[in-house]
């Protein structure tokens, strides 16, 4: 049974330049959750969907931070454009509906020079 | 505001040694509390989720409980393999998204 699955694993980019993360939701789960994780601030919810649709936004620091969910299985995560300080561990998670437990993929492992 | 804080921050035991991890939470209209465990390099692994005081779940050398205030794992007779970081979270009946503790890193020597 696949996980969350996360692309890509590392991402090495320059300041200035756009960076995509992928997500692939567990099948048949109806929620998804990006969160980022750093020594500083820990884990911190960004954005999540519900059906497709984003229901709480508040945690996306700022307008270069946007998300899109076109379909159930699959979701992205846009930095345009990307700072040194977006540098961390993004995480995406999916759960059945928006309260039940959440499970996490592997991350994405961003540094931005 | 609500929030979730866990000690102790670090936690280093021999192999055998049972001790339990606390989460104090102080949250409005708690809905779950739940429990992750986190390996470095990984993503946050679930564990647990506990709805109501008095709640008990156990997993193999793990057994998490709650009361109104706060939230134990306890460990029993762990391995060097039960070393991790151990995160609470919470969410409400209003708010759906997790907020989550900063963990208890945990070390078990041999």
């Known amino acids: 049974d696949a996980g969350v699955i996360q692309s890509p694993r590392h991402e090495v980019t320059e300041m200035g330049q756009e960076v995509t993360l992928r997500c692939k939701p567990i099948?048949?789960?109806?929620?998804l959750f990006w969160y980022r994780q750093t020594m500083m601030r820990g884990l911190e919810l960004l954005i999540y969907?519900?059906?497709?649709?984003?229901?709480?936004d508040s945690g996306m620091p700022e307008d270069r931070f946007s998300a899109k969910m076109p379909n159930a299985s699959f979701s992205t995560l846009k930095i345009q454009p990307s700072e040194p300080r977006d540098s961390a561990v993004y995480f995406c998670?999916?759960?059945?509906?928006?309260?039940?437990?959440?499970?996490f993929g592997p991350g994405t492992r961003l540094t931005v020079l | 505001e609500d929030q979730v804080t866990q000690s102790p921050e670090a936690l280093r035991l021999q192999e055998g040694e049972s001790s339990s991890l606390n989460c104090s939470y102080t949250?409005?209209?708690?809905?779950?509390l739940f429990w992750y465990r986190q390996d470095p390099g990984k993503g946050p692994e679930f564990l647990f989720t506990?709805?109501?005081a008095g709640e008990e779940k156990e997993k193999e050398r793990l057994k998490a409980t709650l009361t109104k205030k706060e939230s134990f794992l306890h460990i029993t007779a762990p391995k060097p393999e039960d070393s991790a970081t151990y995160l609470c979270?919470?969410?409400?009946?209003?708010?759906?998204?997790?907020?989550f503790g900063t963990g208890t890193r945990l070390q078990v020597t041999l």
């Open positions: 506990l709805y109501s």
């Open positions: 979270a919470f969410n409400t009946g209003t708010a759906s998204k997790l907020t």
């Open positions: 998670a999916s759960s059945l509906t928006e309260h039940n437990e959440q499970f």
């Open positions: 099948s048949g789960h109806n929620s």
């Open positions: 969907f519900n059906n497709n649709v984003p229901i709480d």
């Open positions: 949250v409005s209209g708690l809905r779950g």
